[in-house]
């Protein structure tokens, strides 16, 4: 019913609460609330969620692993949603699917913002981190970082795109033409890189925890050349390496692994602390670096790539009240694919 009017406030009888899983003290887990719905400020649409894909960062964010959590918060960042109501300056059909990702504001003015570097931006505000996110039924997000989806995803499939699948996307971006990629850690992030990669004509290496042989599978299914245990040396010296897990003594061997001039890209937000390794391991020309958040430019470019390929994304579905349970199953390496929470 609330589905046919177009921008301005919810129409009245619309749900008058949102069901949210709230994080209310770091380390706890999250708790079922009921609030008052929220209404779409100026540039912001309220979406009704879908679907909303359980990242990695979830996990650091509830652990207090990540600076300045202000609580409570409504963490997730993957978020498809349909258009219900539209703030001012707005003009969206309701019903309009689109795509929330972590970047979910940047000033705009600083010279990272002016120089294509938003996603470095000091004041940029993230989505489920500093603004409520897709654990919930509904949220409200400023529609210049919202994104259209392709229609062959449906709602479940499309939600790990928007960070498993966007930072994953810049990670490999950072490696250059490299045709011998090291990929370590065989999660949400990785799935789809090596869907990308193995279009791109690169061949996939892929390191997973030892003796997680179900992830060597799945990596072996997805067109990797080579799966083994990240102890183990790669068959053959790698032009680049990504490290997904947050493990830093994947670093030193990441680095290993690569050969002269190679690249190493550390994809995550967080990394326990990287042991001292002998600079002979560095030296030769190879490049260490991070990738951080993503630009609404890499959004852009991956979400049209992604049916082309075509990505497909592989999903285990969760009620939005099953969170904390989706949450200790990626904690234990137990998702194939992503998880994705549905309200
Ligand atoms: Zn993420
Ligand atoms: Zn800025």
């Given at each position: 019913?609330?589905?046919?009017?177009?921008?301005?406030?919810?129409?009245?009888?619309?749900?008058?609460?949102?069901?949210?899983?709230?994080?209310?003290?770091?380390?706890?887990?999250?708790?079922?609330?009921?609030?008052?719905?929220?209404?779409?400020?100026?540039?912001?649409?309220?979406?009704?969620?879908?679907?909303?894909?359980?990242?990695?960062?979830?996990?650091?964010?509830?652990?207090?692993?990540?600076?300045?959590?202000?609580?409570?918060?409504?963490?997730?960042?993957?978020?498809?949603?349909?258009?219900?109501?539209?703030?001012?300056?707005?003009?969206?059909?309701?019903?309009?699917?689109?795509?929330?990702?972590?970047?979910?504001?940047?000033?705009?003015?600083?010279?990272?913002?002016?120089?294509?570097?938003?996603?470095?931006?000091?004041?940029?505000?993230?989505?489920?981190?500093?603004?409520?996110?897709?654990?919930?039924?509904?949220?409200?997000?400023?529609?210049?970082?919202?994104?259209?989806?392709?229609?062959?995803?449906?709602?479940?499939?499309?939600?790990?795109?928007?960070?498993?699948?966007?930072?994953?996307?810049?990670?490999?971006?950072?490696?250059?033409?490299?045709?011998?990629?090291?990929?370590y850690?065989f999660?949400?992030?990785?799935?789809?890189?090596?869907?990308?990669?193995?279009?791109?004509?690169?061949?996939?290496?892929a390191f997973t925890r030892p003796g997680d042989t179900?992830s060597q599978?799945?990596?072996?299914?997805?067109?990797?050349?080579w799966a083994g245990d990240t102890h183990e040396g790669a068959?053959?010296?790698?032009?680049?390496?990504?490290?997904?897990?947050?493990?830093?003594?994947?670093?030193?061997q990441?680095?290993?692994?690569?050969?002269?001039?190679?690249?190493?890209?550390?994809?995550?937000?967080?990394?326990?602390?990287?042991?001292?390794?002998?600079?002979?391991?560095?030296?030769?020309?190879?490049?260490?670096?991070?990738?951080?958040?993503?630009?609404?430019?890499?959004?852009?470019?991956?979400?049209?790539?992604?049916?082309?390929?075509?990505?497909?994304?592989?999903?285990?579905?969760?009620?939005?009240?099953?969170?904390?349970?989706?949450?200790?199953?990626?904690?234990?390496?137990?998702?194939?694919?992503?998880?994705?929470?549905?309200?």
């Open positions: 019913m609330e589905k046919h009017f177009f921008c301005g406030q919810p129409a009245p009888g619309y749900d008058a609460y949102v069901k949210a899983m709230v994080l209310n003290r770091l380390g706890e887990a999250l708790r079922l609330e009921h609030r008052d719905n929220p209404q779409p400020g100026a540039g912001q649409v309220l979406l009704r969620i879908k679907a909303c894909a359980v990242c990695r960062t979830d996990l650091h964010l509830v652990d207090g692993e990540l600076p300045d959590i202000h609580t409570p918060i409504v963490p997730g960042h993957e978020v498809i949603g349909e258009v219900v109501a539209c703030g001012d300056g707005v003009d969206m059909s309701s019903g309009t699917r689109l795509g929330v990702p972590w970047l979910g504001g940047s000033c705009g003015t600083c010279t990272y913002c002016k120089n294509g570097q938003e996603n470095l931006c000091d004041d940029a505000k993230f989505t489920g981190y500093h603004l409520d996110g897709g654990y919930a039924d509904h949220m409200v997000a400023d529609h210049r970082y919202c994104f259209p989806i392709a229609d062959r995803y449906s709602d479940t499939e499309a939600a790990p795109l928007m960070c498993a699948g966007l930072i994953g996307y810049r990670s490999l971006v950072m490696t250059g033409d490299a045709k011998s990629l090291g990929i850690g999660g949400a992030a990785a799935h789809i890189v090596a869907q990308v990669a193995r279009y791109q004509g690169r061949h996939v290496y179900r599978t799945f990596a072996r299914e997805l067109g990797a050349v068959p053959q010296k790698l032009d680049a390496a990504i490290i997904f897990a947050p493990a830093g003594e994947l670093v030193p990441a680095l290993r692994a690569v050969r002269k001039g190679g690249i190493v890209v550390c994809g995550g937000i967080h990394m326990s602390d990287i042991p001292q390794f002998p600079y002979e391991i560095l030296w030769g020309e190879k490049q260490l670096r991070s990738v951080a958040n993503l630009t609404r430019r890499d959004a852009e470019e991956f979400l049209a790539l992604a049916p082309e390929v075509p990505i497909k994304t592989r999903v285990q579905t969760f009620a939005v009240e099953q969170a904390n349970q989706a949450l200790g199953l990626l904690r234990t390496g137990q998702i194939d694919g992503a998880a994705v929470l549905v309200p």
